[in-house]
């Protein structure tokens, strides 16, 4: 809808020391649709730490639960 928006995938071992705090910070924006509970709350911190805004998807039963973290502007999701 938007052509100026690039979304990009990426696939690897999100807990990998390859993927730090750095890592994070070369997104404007971060997508997380996770089923993992330790998972999700360390997307979480990485954002934080990058103060990179975080769209956090949790399944929840029949419908999903969608909430947007700004960094220094709303609570985070675990913290």
Known sequence: MNPDVRIVAHQANIKS??????YYA???VV??????????????????????PLIASVPACFWDLIRAIRP???????W
């Not at 020391?17 to 750095?22: F, G, K, L, T, Y």
């Not at 220094?72 to 999701?77: G, N």
């Open 72 to 78: 220094e502007d709303t609570a985070c999701w675990s």
């Open 17 to 22: 020391h390859q993927i730090d705090v750095a």
């Open 31 to 52: 997508l997380r649709a996770l089923d993992n509970l330790d998972t999700r709350r360390w997307v979480n911190r990485m954002c934080v730490m990058a103060l990179v």
């Open 26 to 28: 070369s997104f404007d």
